[in-house]
């Protein structure tokens, strides 16, 4: 679905990203782990189009080249990031905010229902749909930010470290609402430093260090290899 | 005579409201003052008469008018503007090149037009109506319906349409709104030229109201719009409106009881203490700046 070949991407003079090849399969839950600064936040933000892939990168989704287009085009084609630190829009109503993440959508009867998916998936948004989204707690910012992605019934969804900040309580609920969008048929591209817990609800790892591709392989197989473990595990 | 002279207030108070709401629409999105606004007016109103005198008839010398002067500030952005904004230029930058734009726009205007008081027409008639003691002009009354209309269409414009929820959107996260897919530059476009278009009905009313236009004739009006929108909080339409009336109506009671001198200095001393009380204007909202 999503296959990435060389990507390199520049903060100015900063090479950001060494050359990244990975990819991700239709209906697959991927997660790409590492410390922080190792490029994973700007790996999402390249695929959606916000930084600017350097020539000669590869970005091939279902067949079209993301690196020639726009990040609003690139929503359009059913990629849709859920950025770190859930950058809700504060002074919207919750229900505007859901609204904004369909804008690119025009059939009202398939908005609708995706309305009562976010809701259905996020009972708590209905009870604040009026409510600013500024004056939600973290978790429900969280909630919203990924009810609002969802919005455009992603092909593959994006998501940059949602767990950051939140209570661990809170935590244990996003990953096992993120399990549960993945088994409903999303395909998602998880970016976490919570390593461990990515671990446990992904198909397939990439650990990135320095903006070069580590290691990767089996979620499964990443759990138990020594250096993995040793380098963002904790080992025991 | 009391009533004659709030009478008077209000129609310039919504002419001030109509400028103010120019300038508000453009800081909301891009948190950039456009000195250019009151030279836009000027713009707008050489437009019309230009127009109105090739006998087009007053509708399409108006719609024409606005797709022009909209059309100006839209290609403005998008060629100084937007490339400052790519840049990263400071706010500062983009203040100065809307200076410059207004004394650019002002001249073109002293050159094309001549920079003589040139007499406009009184477009929507020069009957006087009298109610009781109260006489206005005919040209009032439209000043009133039109401006209303548009400040009402403007308001729901921008809380129940999609391209308003969109405005909405970049205002608060550009970045974020760029994630849903909203097109911001087109949507910094929008609000370009609805901020044209409101400063060339402005121009249309007032314009027909006092019969003249001179290339110069946006200055004051667009320093007072300006201050208009400061007055009632900067980035709120609602705020700009009543800012608008506010500062109208205190101009025509100064001229009542005190004398037609102290007009100006009152508007502005009425600015400071309100802004005094209310650092933010009267409907503004603290500013939340997030990082």
């Not at chain 2, 001179?214 to 300006?226: E, H, V």
């Amino acid at each position: 679905m999503l296959t990435i070949d060389s990507m390199n991407t520049y903060y100015g003079n900063i090479h950001a990203l060494k050359g990244i090849d990975f990819d991700v399969n239709d209906g697959e839950l991927v997660t790409l782990i590492g410390s922080n600064g190792a490029g994973k936040s700007t790996t999402l933000l390249t695929i959606a189009g916000v930084l600017k892939a350097a020539s000669g990168s590869k970005i091939v989704f279902d067949g079209h080249d993301l690196t020639r287009m726009s990040a609003p085009q690139i929503v359009k084609m059913g990629v849709t990031l859920c950025p770190e630190g859930r950058e809700v829009f504060p002074e919207l109503s919750v229900e505007d905010n859901l609204r904004l993440g369909a804008y690119c959508r025009k059939d009202k009867k398939e908005i609708a229902d995706s309305f009562d998916y976010v809701y259905d998936l996020f009972p708590r948004l209905v009870e604040r749909k009026k409510q600013q989204a500024g004056t939600l707690s973290g978790g429900e910012q969280q909630m919203l930010a990924i009810g609002r992605a969802l919005m455009n019934k992603p092909k593959l969804l994006m998501l940059d470290e949602p767990s950051m900040g939140l209570a661990p309580n809170l935590v244990l609920e996003i990953f096992s609402l993120i399990k549960e969008i993945h088994k409903q048929g999303t395909t998602i591209l998880l970016v976490e430093q919570n390593a461990n817990m990515a671990l446990k609800i992904a198909d397939r790892c990439y650990v990135l260090e320095v903006g070069t591709v580590k290691f990767h392989g089996d979620a499964k197989e990443m759990q138990n290899n020594d250096e993995v473990r040793k380098a963002y595990l904790g080992s025991k | 005579m009391t009533v004659q002279y709030l009478v008077n207030g209000l129609t310039m108070g919504l002419i001030y409201a109509l400028i103010a709401v120019g300038y508000s629409l453009v800081f909301g999105i891009l948190k950039m003052i456009n000195m250019a606004h009151g030279a836009i007016y000027a713009v707008g109103a050489h437009m019309i008469l230009m127009f109105v005198t090739w006998n087009l008839g007053t509708l399409p010398a108006v719609i024409l008018s606005i797709v022009f002067t909209g059309g100006l500030l839209v290609v403005y952005d998008r060629s100084i503007l937007a490339t400052l904004r790519k840049k990263k230029a400071p706010g500062i930058a983009a203040l100065v090149t809307t200076i410059g734009f207004s004394q650019i726009l002002t001249n073109a205007l002293q050159i094309i037009f001549g920079t003589e008081i040139k007499s406009f027409p009184a477009l929507f008639g020069n009957k006087m109506i009298q109610i009781g003691n109260v006489k206005f002009q005919f040209s009032q009354v439209y000043i009133l319906v039109v401006s209303v209309i548009l400040l009402l269409g403007l308001t729901l414009l921008i809380n129940k349409t999609k391209v308003g929820l969109a405005m909405r959107a970049v205002e608060q996260n550009s970045r974020a709104a760029d994630l849903m897919g909203i097109n911001a530059k087109g949507v910094i476009s929008v609000t370009f030229f609805l901020s044209g278009m409101s400063a060339v009905i402005a121009a249309l009313l007032l314009a027909s109201y006092y019969q003249t236009v001179y290339p110069t004739m946006g200055a004051m009006i667009g320093l007072k719009g300006f201050s208009a929108s400061v007055l009632g909080g900067i980035g709120s339409l609602f705020g700009a409106a009543i800012g608008g009336i506010i500062l109208g109506l205190a101009e025509s009671l100064t001229v009542a009881f005190l004398s037609g001198a102290y007009r100006d200095a009152v508007a502005f001393i009425l600015l400071f203490i309100i802004l005094i009380i209310r650092p933010n204007g009267l409907f503004g909202k603290a500013k939340i700046s997030k990082v």
